[in-house]
């Protein structure tokens, strides 16, 4: 009996500190939040449009990308240091000292890229304190970390593409890095070079990797959005305009340039950080291999399995259920379920009607919009009748 | 129409994301000159303005602590388009915070319905 | 001095955090003929509760739910405000007194705002109850 309890409090004493440390956490954001709604009003907030704002940078990197790849050409000679030396480093430099807002247009494609590693952090970490990423909403979750890893790897490969210095430091390290892994280490290191040694084919496939990646992140945006109805994919133009104006201001304020060309025969060491990317080069730099990648597969393993990890700090779901003999079929709880959690089914043959709704219990969230959906009663939470809140609203009013 | 200082500062930001579009923009694009194409020149010799607004462009690149500003640590080859950029930043921002100030629903946090009649 | 007609608030549990203002009835401290149903989400709320409500004889109904953009489960608030305004079904019937039903949209934070926003509908419906005489229904009879 006394060991019982004790292991309780043992237990419990991380859980109660995690659960104290949310509360507080949603608590300041609800107060920055307020700040912000007293002074631009809830329509313009974009605190609530977290999932948007990415979003809303990924199509100005698809745009100013589409600009970039007409006049960028993925190879690395450098032998003949000739005039007319064509490889991705002189169309780099093409496109950003010739080309008519050529330079404009890489660095809005750069810093679009920056901005969106922020924007999905304070979306992870505002869906993570206000408790938006459990039980039913697992696969976002789950979803947007596959996500965000993407966006990393994707930006990555953007830095291997300049192919200046810091191109080919990034690119040997992520070859080390490769290789302290074992059985995958080599095939890995195969894929990412195309081949044993660094060539022309090495940066046409990290431009293949580059523009692929970035658009298999709409099939995984797909996944993100498939749980919810009328996802909110767009803030509003005023918002819009603001991202767009922080991105030409940042364009303005800190111009990008390339470093040196990248010599194959020369070795270079230094670059310039991006603490958006290269974060993890930083880590590898400064950690043995093996280190590292135990590092970052248990973040991405923690990260993932989050839903999973916390649990009791809110009551089991308990799904909403379809009274079958009083649905009319009418669709509106199904219209209006905020987590397509209701499928219309067709109505056995005999039945008055033509649909029936029924619940997918998985993806119910247990808020009752489906009740307030129903003018034939026909829908119910199980824990809380709609008949039985009526009853007490009438006798709370006849009670005078 | 103009009923209180929001108003103001509305028409404010009007005019001034429509001066930093209508001159500020394209006075950069121009290299900071009066040097309009061709068919912008013969346009405004018809409406006889030629001679005025070249002057005035012509002078804007005479303020030496604006063209400080704009030079800035930035390249001479393309220094009109980081000044785009950055007039683009100043207009967008205008007319977004003019935007907010004339869609923003005071009444946000409260819904009265119509008494029908 | 008329006694007060009974106001009945729909809230839901994540909107302003009314619980330190409530006493044991579940009314508030404050405003006692003003008592308050909890709902998981505003959106659960029918407008047949809100007619139930004033047919029985309430002064009025305030619907309470989170800021319009944060509600907790997407789109409760907005629904709810789509069914009164009569922009989404189902809706409140005709014959239903539009002056004596206020929607209230606050974070969990605002529960004075919500007191105050409370004891000016309270006002405000005692003065059409006046005005009117409180012998009519705020439901007309067919």
Redesign the interface.
């Known amino acids: 009996m006394t060991s019982s309890v004790k292991n309780e409090t043992n237990s419990s004493w991380w859980k109660d500190l995690y659960n104290r440390f949310i509360a507080g956490a949603n608590k300041a954001t609800l107060a920055i939040e307020d700040g912000i709604n007293a002074l631009i009003t809830s329509k313009y907030n974009p605190l609530y449009y977290h999932g948007a704002l990415p979003q809303f940078y990924l199509w100005v990197l698809f745009l100013s990308g589409l600009l970039l790849f007409a006049y960028y050409i993925p190879t690395i000679d450098n032998a003949y240091f000739s005039q007319k030396l064509i490889n991705a480093w002189t169309s780099v430099q093409y496109i950003t000292d010739t080309l008519p807002f050529g330079a404009v247009i890489r660095g809005i494609h750069r810093y679009s890229g920056d901005a969106m590693v922020i924007f999905i952090f304070l979306h992870a970490i505002r869906v993570w304190f206000t408790d938006r990423y459990r039980q039913y909403r697992w696969v976002q979750w789950v979803s947007g970390v596959v996500l965000l890893l993407m966006v990393l790897f994707i930006g990555q490969t953007g830095y291997y593409l300049v192919w200046d210095e810091r191109s080919l430091v990034l690119t040997r390290m992520t070859v080390s890095a490769f290789d302290a892994l074992p059985l995958i280490g080599e095939p890995l290191k195969a894929w990412f070079l195309n081949g044993s040694t660094i060539t022309n084919l090495t940066l046409s496939n990290f431009l293949f990797i580059h523009i692929g990646l970035s658009f298999a992140l709409l099939f995984v945006l797909w996944l993100h959005y498939v749980r919810m109805t009328r996802p909110v994919l767009t803030p509003p133009p005023a918002v819009n305009f603001i991202l767009v104006g922080i991105i030409l201001l940042v364009v303005y304020l800190a111009p990008i340039t390339s470093g040196r060309m990248a010599n194959l025969n020369s070795q270079p060491n230094a670059y310039d950080m991006d603490w958006f990317f290269l974060w993890n080069y930083w880590l590898m730099a400064h950690m043995p291999l093996a280190l590292f990648w135990l590092l970052m597969i248990a973040a991405a393993v923690i990260a993932t399995v989050l839903p999973w990890l916390v649990k009791n700090v809110s009551p089991p779901v308990i799904p909403a259920e379809v009274v079958i003999d009083k649905c009319t079929g009418c669709s509106l709880c199904y219209r209006d379920c905020p987590y397509q959690a209701i499928e219309m089914v067709p109505a056995p043959a005999g039945s008055r009607f033509k649909l029936l709704a029924t619940v997918k219990t998985a993806r119910c969230s247990a808020c009752g919009l489906c009740v307030g959906a129903c003018a034939f009663d026909a829908i119910d939470l199980p824990q809380l009748l709609d008949t039985t809140v009526t009853a007490q609203i009438k006798s709370l009013v006849e009670a005078k | 129409m103009i009923k209180g200082p929001k108003d103001i500062l509305i028409l404010i930001l009007a005019a001034l994301t429509l001066i930093v579009s209508l001159i500020f923009l394209p006075w950069s694009e121009l290299g900071f000159s009066g040097n309009f194409p061709g068919w912008l020149s013969g346009i405004m010799q018809h409406l006889g303005v030629a001679g005025f607004v070249e002057a005035k462009f012509n002078g804007l690149a005479q303020h030496h602590q604006l063209m400080e500003l704009i030079k800035s640590?930035?390249?001479p080859?393309?220094l009109n388009?980081?000044?785009?950029?950055?007039f683009?930043?100043l207009a967008?921002?205008a007319?977004?915070?003019a935007?907010?100030l004339i869609?923003?629903?005071?009444n946000?946090?409260?819904?009265?319905?119509?008494?029908?009649k | 001095m008329t006694a007060g007609k009974t106001v009945i608030t729909l809230i839901c549990e994540r909107a302003a955090d009314l619980n330190s203002l409530l006493d044991q009835k579940g009314s508030l401290s404050d405003l006692p003929d003003v008592h308050v149903v909890k709902f998981p989400c505003s959106g659960m709320i029918q407008p047949l509760m809100i007619e139930a409500a004033l047919k029985a004889g309430a002064g009025g109904v305030i619907v309470c739910g989170c800021q319009i953009g944060d509600c907790f489960y997407r789109e409760g608030n907005k629904m709810i405000k789509e069914r009164l305004l009569g922009e989404r079904p189902p809706g409140l019937k005709k014959t239903v007194d539009r002056r004596r039903v206020m929607a209230l949209w606050l974070s969990r934070r605002q529960k004075e705002r919500f007191l105050t926003e409370a004891r000016e509908f309270v006002v405000q419906m005692k003065k059409i109850d006046e005005l009117e005489g409180s012998a009519q229904p705020a439901v007309a009879s067919k």
């Open positions: 640590d930035h390249a080859d393309n388009d980081y000044a785009y950029a950055l683009l930043f967008m921002t007319a977004a915070i935007i907010v869609g923003k629903e005071d946000s946090e409260k819904t009265v319905l119509q008494a029908k």
